[in-house]
């Protein structure tokens, strides 16, 4: 690992640790030439998860995209960053463990929606409003009433 100011090759792992997670191994390195410190992440390297969209074209799984459109949702919310992180992270680990390598992108959008409601009810009907693409102020009553009467589902 290339030491990021001096760019020197070597450096030395001085702390090695699990994620809250255990998706990933969080290294504490120290370059041998400048003594600067850094941190590092080892993840799993794995096939990528496509993403087939309404058009039938696909992509492979952006987690970042997927952020933004949940950090949209929830602007001037009160959820951290770090729970959607995290939301991300399961909604992803979930998928890998179904076997999925293909999820089209309505059911991300449902699978999204679902652990969503369980974190901001407000958020889940802003997220809902782009998803489900409403057209009119009915298809957002309809949606609101949905949200009403059916309890949130168990994962």
């Known amino acids: 690992m290339k030491c990021p100011v001096c760019g020197c090759p ?18 504490r390195r120290e370059c041998t030439r400048c003594g600067y410190r850094f941190t590092t992440y080892e993840v799993i390297e794995s096939s990528p998860l496509m993403v087939v969209k309404r058009d039938g074209s696909r992509q492979p799984f952006d987690r970042e995209k997927l952020l933004r459109g949940l950090m949209r949702a929830c602007n001037k919310r009160s959820l951290s960053m770090q729970k959607l992180d995290a939301m991300v992270d399961q909604l992803e680990q979930q998928l890998r463990e179904a076997g999925c390598r293909e999820v089209t992108a ?25 998803y489900r693409d409403f057209q009119d102020a009915n298809s957002f009553v309809r949606e609101l009433e949905r949200l009403r009467e059916e309890p949130p589902e168990d994962d």
């Open 10 to 27: 070597d450096t030395k792992v001085t702390d090695s640790r699990s994620t809250e997670d255990d998706l990933k191994v969080r290294r």
């Open 106 to 130: 309505q059911q991300l959008g449902e699978l999204v929606l679902k652990k969503l409601r369980k974190l901001d009810e407000v958020a889940y009907i802003r997220f809902a409003s782009v």
